[in-house]
């Protein structure tokens, strides 16, 4: 090797929320003053808190998922997604 590394310009990534979903999520964290209160969804939902990440993070995000339903109080089987989704 020669001592080289490559680096790349540009951050690469992708979303899959639509435009839409991505503007609503930044106005409402703006009109939130940046503060997530997860007592301000409606109990109708089941979904409040998703986690994600790639294949080889899997051990963290359940445990990261874990954690969200323990403060939570959530008593949810592990293959239910709610309140904390984590496929």
Same mark, same amino acid.
């Given at each position: 090797? =020669? ?11 992708? /979303? @899959? ?5 991505? %503007? ?12 997530l =209160? ?7 939902t089941?979904h409040?808190? /998703? @986690? ?5 993070? %899997? ?24 309140p904390?989704?984590?496929?």
């Amino acid at each position: 090797m =020669d001592g080289h590394r490559f680096v790349p310009d540009v951050a690469i990534g992708r /979303l @899959v929320e639509t435009p839409e979903e991505i %503007s609503t999520t930044i106005t409402t964290f703006i009109s939130q003053g940046g503060i997530l =209160d997860l007592g301000l969804l409606s109990d109708q939902t089941t979904h409040k808190v /998703l @986690v994600t990440g790639y294949d080889f993070l %899997s051990d963290a995000g359940r445990a990261i998922r874990l954690r969200w339903k323990g403060a939570l109080g959530a008593s949810t089987p592990d293959g239910s997604p709610a309140p904390v989704d984590g496929r």
